[in-house]
């Protein structure tokens, strides 16, 4: 089953009418700086918003690659072990009999 992750547009690529420069009346006069001010500011935020992405993603690779070393260092551990077992497994499976095992009865 697909995720909310996995669906390729999002409700984030849908225009608004303030992303799509709709108005219902017509511009007034000095609107410019307005505009001007709020491109800009919503500028810097996509811009802060990408630094952070790129730090995030760095910090993903990163994990990544220990990870992968982690996995290869354990595969070596794990040959290692087969050679001297003779290729047997190293891990056995624990026998537990009921008779072990203690009860206590709750009162409620």
Partial sequence: MKSINDVGSSIRDVKTARGGNLRATPRPKGSAYLDLFMLTKEKEKLEK???NLEKRKMQIQKRLEEIAQQIEILKKDLGKQEKKSGGEKTFQARKTSGK???????GY
Avoid: K, P, Y
């Avoid at 072990?100 to 709750?106: A, C, D, K, P």
């Fill in 49 to 51: 918003e990408e630094s």
């Fill in 100 to 106: 072990n095992w203690r009860t206590v009865s709750l």
